[in-house]
């Protein structure tokens, strides 16, 4: 193993735009980071677009670029990535989908997607889901396994299956849900779309009468009577990190999506205490999971949800406060980490701008500082500083290959 490492830090949706309320700056621009200005003074600092110049990504798809594979040849859905994300190994072929948990009426409306937010009694659930035999299909079976809360990953193995499949999940209360129709006009997803629909019927059968529901329903809380699948996806067929670069890598994130691209690309995921995911998140036990992972790791990637989460809500004053305490948390373990053989990367996967309360196609900030990296001298990190910055305008896809570079472990093209 080379004796030199990285950190990298994606802070989710931290690239924002200017706002003249706040003297033309951003979440970033006007957040007291010391931690992360010294590292940007002292380092490359440039703008990147995670995908392409005026992509629109989720954080999914972003984070696959950021790892150094084209999107546009790798993503294969949600469904893969949710399922690897929660330790379940796809196979080649074998669809997954995202699935809630939710509560419908006898004509299938749904009353609750998150089915009165439901912790407990969903193993039970999808045991008995698991039963569930689609008909009209020879050779064909099924996998459900609960997750965290409402949310479960629905599995179908056989042959002649697709992920071109529509949702059933509608996304919103108060209407019925979706029949899943093929996209395309190949006989697999026909065929796929079909066990979907029968799946889903049955669930509701078989889901009404659970024991785990009539007890919900006499302590007066919504039942998860059906499930409701979305985010049709395959397993991504890319090389590992470690086939690739020959690195160790390791991987501390809450969100599922991220653990699974992450853990797709060879990655140890690292579970912290306290990590939610959310603006509540435990930002230190985080930054210290990372100081550990990196004694027996070349690369950790440190994922944090929460300026995603603040943007989410359009709050431009909770973002740069989330920003702080990342900032803080990052500034308690610099000390920890030996500067002369280790690169601190800090950026974004994509842009949620608070004025867009969603993801824009606006490029990230980002700071490489470490061994051997010249210094920009600029007095802060923000989007305004470093796109006057001395790294230029990257591609996400650049990225991974600047760090195996600097880690030693690129391979030479040519002779
Ligand atoms: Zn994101
Ligand atoms: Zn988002």
Redesign the pocket.
């Not at 990504?57 to 999914?60: A, E, L, N, R, T």
């Given at each position: 193993m080379s004796l030199r490492k990285a950190l990298l830090v994606?802070c989710?949706?931290m690239g924002d735009r200017v706002e003249r309320e706040y003297g033309g700056e951003t979440p970033l621009g006007i957040a007291k980071t010391p931690t992360l200005d010294r590292l940007a003074a002292s380092g490359y600092v440039g703008l990147m677009d995670p995908v392409s110049p005026g992509i629109r990504?989720?954080?999914?798809y972003?984070?696959t670029a950021l790892l150094g594979y084209d999107p546009s040849i790798y993503y294969t859905g949600r469904g893969g990535l949710e399922a690897a994300g929660a330790g379940i190994d796809l196979k080649p072929g074998e669809v997954a989908f995202r699935c809630n948990f939710s509560t419908v009426d006898d004509s299938l409306t749904v009353i609750d997607r998150r089915a009165g937010r439901i912790e407990k009694g969903t193993t039970d659930l999808a045991e008995t889901i698991r039963e569930i035999k689609p008909r009209g299909v020879k050779g064909l079976r099924i996998d459900f396994r609960a997750t965290v809360a409402h949310r479960g990953v629905l599995i179908l193995k056989g042959k002649g299956l697709s992920r071109m499949v529509s949702d059933v999940d509608p996304h919103d209360n108060g209407v019925k849900i979706l029949r899943c129709e093929p996209l395309d006009d190949s006989s697999a997803a026909k065929r796929t779309a079909a066990v979907v629909n029968s799946i889903v019927t049955q669930s509701f059968r078989i889901m009404r009468d659970h024991p785990v529901n009539l007890a919900r329903v006499k302590e007066g809380k919504r039942p998860a009577n059906i499930i409701l699948p979305r985010g049709a996806g395959t397993l991504p067929g890319f090389k590992t990190l470690h086939e690739l670069y020959d690195m160790k890598v390791a991987c501390i994130a809450a969100?599922a999506l991220?653990k699974g691209v992450c853990r797709i690309a060879g990655a140890e995921l690292v579970n912290v205490e306290g990590a939610t995911g959310g603006l509540d998140t435990n930002y230190e036990g985080k930054a210290w999971a990372a100081v550990k992972a990196l004694e027996n790791h070349d690369l950790t990637l440190l994922h944090v949800?929460a300026t995603?989460v603040a943007s989410h809500d359009g709050d431009f004053q909770k973002k740069a406060s989330v920003i702080e305490k990342i900032d803080s948390a990052l500034g308690k373990i610099m000390p920890s980490l030996n500067s002369e053989s280790t690169y601190v990367i800090v950026t974004?996967?994509?842009s949620?701008p608070v004025s867009v309360r969603d993801?824009s196609g606006n490029p990230v900030p980002l700071l490489i500082s470490g061994p051997g990296v010249p210094s920009s001298g600029v007095s802060k990190f923000s989007e305004n500083a470093v796109s006057r910055g001395n790294l230029g305008r990257l591609h996400g896809l650049d990225l991974m290959r600047i760090i195996a570079d600097y880690l030693g472990k690129a391979k030479k093209l040519g002779f």
């Open positions: 994606v989710d949706g990504p989720g954080s999914d972003a984070t969100v991220v949800k995603d974004a996967d994509h949620t993801h």
